[in-house]
């Protein structure tokens, strides 16, 4: 398992750096991208910019549509005004001419003359805003010129005020209104537009306007207006003909388009905002402005057309409105806009350098991890340096203590031996330090390995004790060791580090304490018992507790009485995990079929001890290396700290933890709890003869009496006697046992006698009288019929007063010193009850010079694809007599291994094609299981033969690893010899079952 | 006297094999199991093995130039010649396997080609120093029995 180990500590470590390694490789989007961060930003604001242009000119295209459509509304009703105006005029002139035409010509004689009309005008004017002045020209044919001009007293003139030129007909004033009295006598038809205007009035019957010109008189622009007067009343649906027939005359009045217009957007708001002009556009071509001036600026990109209708079919106007200003920029977009683009360019700044600085951390993270890797490579390399340092120191230190041994072999004055013995104790000194360093030093550069071998944890423990007993009784601490039952015989695990960690524990305290006692308690950590169970026996024993509690009732139900640190550790804890055991013995079969399930087994150790304690500051360093609780603490006790640390370390290798509870003056209680393998029960019985101490069995089934007034130390002692197979019985004090004892005695053997009592120190001096008379009382009662029983007396340390005095009372056949051990026990008991018996000697035959008679004339089966091996193989075996058969496959090894076949081993190889030597195994276990169960059934009643088929079958394999090995004994095979064959390795594989065989034979 | 020549030979030819790394110690646990009742015991071993590691390296050859490796199969033959060249000590040869078996392990096909041709000298190596150990063996046999 130790190279295994190693293995899986080197592929954490891999496993480690590679989870860096990954987490190193997972970046982050952002820092996927880092290349990208600068152009992702770019993008950003170019993307920006755009937006903010596009909100920019969606604003403006805003403004522009509100400002054109100002611009309409305000053409529009400059347009509806002017001409509304216009026409309350045009009316208005209507109205003049039927005035005209009633009084004029409906009369007669007529009711108007010049003076009339231009009263009547002149009073009327206000109705006529938009019209200079009116004027009434009668329509004069050239026959009646003459009797015209005779009437009026005047000669009909052009325009141009000559007298005029002989025509068809002719127009003159002979009404007008003040303002344009200078056109009276004119003849209106002498003017190209007006005669123009005069045809196509009368033609129509409706009001005509010429285009626009410039006025006489203010030469502004204008239009002239005609109106027919008709002489009679028109047939209904006149002709033209009918029209120009009745004609009469002509009303006109001159519109001033320009002050009109001036005066009608004088009255408007807006105003000065807007440029109108005025256009007649009867001529599409050429287009006649009425109003404004043709040049002028203004924002030309706008304007408005408005249709005008003046009333006159033939003639259109139009009215061009535009702004004249250029729209002004918008500045509410522009800083809209420009605000937008300004916050999104800080926000993706922002982002930007959140970006830059989570890349600079991760980088920095990164860095960082990548320095904590190389830190803690540092630190293991330096280890590993402390590792190879301590080693090679120890190699000459070696040479220097065994040098220093053979020194003191020789003949040495008495100061030359107090030297050399001085510098061996020193060099011992160094080299255990040297050995603790080396050992955190490989635990820390992970070069530990752990073994997994099996062994037996209690014998290990009794081994502990031994190194300490010399000094615990010189202090005259009891120190005990008590392992639950219910912990395996045999575990796997490392038992050297196991026994370090004990050592190291118990050493500690020994070394702090001063007083009381130390205890080792094993037991399995997981409980299966439900709590209520345990309550209900705690009660079914309440009896005996009293009794107990009597007894030892003024001090602390612990080991020696005083006071311990960790209350668990107390009687009430440990009465209940003894009781349970009890009763868990009688189901031990169900438990242990349940346990062995598991593959491993947890155990809880405690040493618990009453000595200084750790001062609350230092509790939480006790840990740490080379720490101690405080500086006085080496001075006073010595060491250099470093124990605690390399338990701890061991632990923790070893699948548990560590903890303690301590109080200063009281005691410290150190609690580790480990995981050891449990062993294979076929494993078990090979292995225990090799590994463990062998108990003596001529004890079993003795029966004893313990009197211990303190139930712990009862316990720990029963524990011992029932290692080595004895019933014991606890008493609290001597009168007790001894009643028990004369009541057996009495019943004459219905219970079974006591064969050894042994009696606690303490117990017998408190009831020294006592007992004597228990001795007494037991000669008259039993000495004709029973051997007496022995008695012992369990003392810690004893003067030899004490001693004497126990002799003469004839109380102990001998004293055991503690700490009690189950082979120190046994050897006391075989003094006492001189059972001194050979026992099964561990004579072992030694070295391979054996290896023949083990082999000889054994029939063995190599089975082997390779022909070499094979033959290899055969030729080892055959050296040492054996009778030695080959196969060269698993299917050829399993014919000649049908039942019952003659072989008494066979050697496997494991890999072969086909049939893999694992394989082989298994079915040749599966044929012997089915031969084995045929044949229960068959002898069962009979001689109950316990001769199995079981072939021992050993694989031979080149890779000796543990895996391998483990892989073996899960397939059915009983060992591994390395190929090729070493004589050494053979004879070990080989003797394990060989030797065995022939003892279980006889 | 010939024959103390012989062995003397027989002596330093093993050792030179020894030295040069061809043998290891396995090779004298195969001359140790030689004794009356088995007096060809190497020779045989060392004809079988010849035999074995000749097919075998036909066999690898014949994997190695194919255009897809089984690199398995290929796998399962060099377990094989290591197996048998463990068994008679050919430390080299030995080496060699090894060294193939782990460029197969990475499908590493330079490495494996590289690795074989070193089989396959080693080989010719450990068989004519082996031939000649035998051959002197003969000779050491013969001499004795005409004794």
Known sequence: MGPKLKQSYHHSVTVKVNEQMGTKRGYTFIQANRAWLPKFLLLWVMVMAFLSTWIYKKMDADNKVRRKEVLTSMCDQRARMLQDQFSV????????????????????PSAIDQETFAEYTARTAFERPLLSGVAY???????????FERQHGWTIKTMKREPSPIRDEYAPVIFSQETVSYIESLDMMSGEEDRENILRARATGKAVLTSPFRLLGSHHLGVVLTFPVYKSKLPPKPTVEDRIEATAGYLGGAFDVESLVENLLGQLAGNQAILVNVYDITNSSDHLIMYGHQNQDGDLALLHESKLDFGDPFRKHQMICRYHQKAPTSWTALTTAFLFFVICLLVGY?????????????DDFHEMQELMVRAEAADVAKSQFLATVSHEIRTPMNGILGMLALLLDTDLSSTQRDYAQTAQVCGKALITLINEVLDRAKIEAGKLELETVPFD???????????????????????????????PEMVMGDPGRFRQIITNLVGNSVKFTERGHILVKVHVAENPKPKDDAKAEIRLNGVSDAGALISGGCQYNTLSGYEAADERNSWDSFRHLVTTEALQNDASEKMTAADEASRSVTLMVSVEDTGIGIPLIAQDRVFTPFMQADSSTSRNYGGTGIGLSITKCLVELMGGHISFISRPQVGSTFSFTTVFGRCKKASRSDT????????????????AIVVDGKPVRAAVTRYHLKRLGMLVEVANNVKIAASAYGKNGSSCGSKIQPDIVLVEKDSWLSVEDGCLSLRMLDRKQNGRMFTLPKMILLATNITNAELEKAKAAGFADTTIMKPLRASMVAACLQQVLETGKSLPGKGMLNGPSVLGSLLCGKRILVVDDNMVNRRVAAGALKKFGAAVECAESGKAALKLLQLPHGFDACFMDIQMPEMDGFEATRRIRM?????NEQMNGDTDKGSGRKDKWHLPILAMTADVIHATYDECLKCGMDGYVSKPFEEENLYQAVAKFFKTKPISDS | MAIAALKTQRRNLVQSMFDEGVLDNQFNQLQDLQDSSNPNFVEEVISLFCNDAERIITELNRYLNDQNVEFSKLDSYVHQLKGSSSSIGAYRLKLACVNLRQASEERNMEECAGAFNSIRREYYVVRSKLQVLIQLERHIVNLENQQ
Do not use: W
């Open chain 1, 89 to 108: 005029s045009v009316n208005h002139v209507h109205a003049l001419a039927i005035l005209v035409s009633t009084f004029h010509y409906y009369k007669d």
């Open chain 1, 137 to 147: 020209a009668e329509r004069v044919k050239h026959s009646e010129r003459e009797k």
């Open chain 1, 350 to 362: 922002i982002l930007y350098g959140a970006a830059i600085h989570i890349v600079k951390v991760e």
């Open chain 1, 457 to 487: 944890l209690r014998s290990i423990l009794d081994d502990v004790l031994s190194l300490f007993s010399e000094k615990s009784r010189n202090k005259g601490l009891e120190l005990a060791v008590f392992v639950s039952d219910k912990v």
């Open chain 1, 688 to 703: 225990k003869k090799s590994n463990a101490e062998d108990l003596p069995s001529g004890f079993r089934g003795l029966k």
């Open chain 1, 927 to 931: 044929l012997e299981s089915q031969a």
